[in-house]
């Protein structure tokens, strides 16, 4: 019986405290997906956060959605995280600076941008509803949210102009 109560304390996930479930700097990272080195693409990028602490970096918004779309045996995220373009972003430009990051369900997405040198379907990420807005009257879309993203099989049926 101490044998097994033991074996189920130790095999209980913790709860990580709000610094653990906190996005981090991209660093060195390798991208779960392609196995690129995150810091050499452009932004924006993503990160998940899973319950034993381990942060899996992608580098493209296309990769975050194919990472948390599938079971991990990490098991669920405790937090998906993008980083957030600022207002006046230009979109023509692939620019591999860091950006803070922002929760993915707090966040605003657009297709449609024409981007070079980015992995995956060019997506944009702004932190901000009227920012995304402005950047969407100049593409001619609507802004979507993580939530609405995730119902998709594949964000290429959002099209790109």
Same mark, same amino acid.
């Given at each position: 019986m101490i044998i097994f109560l033991s074996w189920l304390?130790?095999?209980q996930p913790t709860e990580l405290d #709000?610094? #653990?479930r906190a996005p981090s700097a991209i660093e060195n990272a390798e991208c779960e997906v392609c196995g690129m080195l995150v810091g050499e693409q452009p932004a924006p990028r993503g990160q @998940? @956060?899973?319950r034993n602490g381990h942060h899996a970096f992608t580098c493209s918004l296309e990769g975050l959605h194919a990472? @948390? /779309?599938v079971r /991990? !045996?990490?098991?669920? !995220? @405790?937090g998906v995280y993008v980083e957030a373009l600022p207002e006046r972003f230009d979109w023509t430009q692939s620019s591999v600076e860091p950006h803070p990051w922002v929760a993915a369900d707090e966040a605003f997405f657009l297709a449609g941008a024409k981007r070079s040198q980015v992995m995956g379907f060019p997506l944009l990420s702004f932190s901000e509803q !009227?920012? #995304?807005r402005q950047a969407a009257d100049s593409l001619g879309t609507q802004p979507h949210q993580w939530g609405q993203l995730l119902k998709l099989s594949s964000l290429r049926s959002l099209g790109a102009k």
């Open positions: 304390a130790c095999s #709000a610094q #653990a @998940v @956060v899973y990472l @948390v /779309s /991990s !045996p990490l098991g669920k !995220p @405790v !009227p920012a #995304a």
